[in-house]
């Protein structure tokens, strides 16, 4: 997790970023490097509004005070659009793939679901519980987006399971069925919608992963006894 700075006047966990140098002169489809890192500086600033998480970019100058930080980078090479690792994985540059254009995708959602996967948060249906509320139909969801997670990974906090999250993928029709149905037999759509800019749900859990800072009353004069 994220959790070796905060903010000395909010008690906001500060996760810093920045963008990788020429970022903003990328231009895909017609999306430029300088409006998406607008598009993503309006996206993350949710989570300092909602959360007690600041999403911090921050200059080389800085690089020194946020030995570990995350890299909005992108190139014409690759083949990953969106995408992030799941929580703090490595020491140093952490690298979050973010294509001119993703900025725009799912009504906005996708930007805050990368930065959410970095805290450390995995797709909502990959929950241990999943079975109970979509059917995962493996012949077209192929990939390791939708494995289910050991319940020994899993940190619960009794939240109920959440169509509307940010980090639940849309089902997509395959032909015959979508790769995510709703029990028993999965043929039904499941009635994702993702909420702009988290779910209640979203926000719940990431106040549980990174809880707000606790204010102590008596912070710097002494209580009177008893």
């Known amino acids: 997790r994220w959790t070796e700075h905060r903010n000395a006047t909010t008690g906001k966990w500060i996760v810093p970023y920045y963008f990788a140098d020429g970022y903003e002169n990328l231009n895909y489809d017609g999306h430029t490097g300088t409006v998406s890192m607008q598009g993503i500086r309006d996206h993350v600033a949710h989570f300092e509004q909602l959360t007690c998480i600041q999403m911090k970019e921050i200059t080389s ?12 980078f992108w190139n014409y090479d690759q083949s990953s659009n969106c995408a992030s690792y799941i929580g703090r994985a490595f020491n140093g540059d952490q690298t979050m793939w973010m294509r001119p254009d993703c900025y725009t995708w799912n009504s906005g959602t996708t930007t805050n ?5 970095a805290l450390g948060f995995k797709h909502e ?38 169509f509307n999250s940010i ?17 028993p037999n999965g043929v039904d759509r499941p009635p994702v919608s993702r909420t702009y800019p988290f ?28």
Not at 137 to 153: G, Q
Request: include cysteine.
């Open 167 to 183: 980090l639940h993928y849309y089902p997509s029709w395959m032909g015959d069925a979508y790769s995510i149905g709703l029990p």
């Open 199 to 226: 779910s209640e749900q979203d926000i719940a859990q990431m106040i549980a992963a990174y809880p707000c800072e606790d204010t102590d009353p008596c912070d710097g004069d002494p209580c009177p006894a008893g």
């Open 125 to 162: 249906h990959v929950r241990p519980d999943r079975d109970d509320y979509v059917v995962i139909h493996t012949n077209s969801a192929t990939n390791s987006n939708y494995v289910k997670m050991p319940t020994s990974s899993w940190e619960d906090i009794s939240s109920p399971y959440d």
């Open 113 to 117: 679901h990368e930065f959410m996967h």
């Open 61 to 72: 100058d800085e690089f020194d005070t946020y030995t570990n930080r995350i890299r909005v």
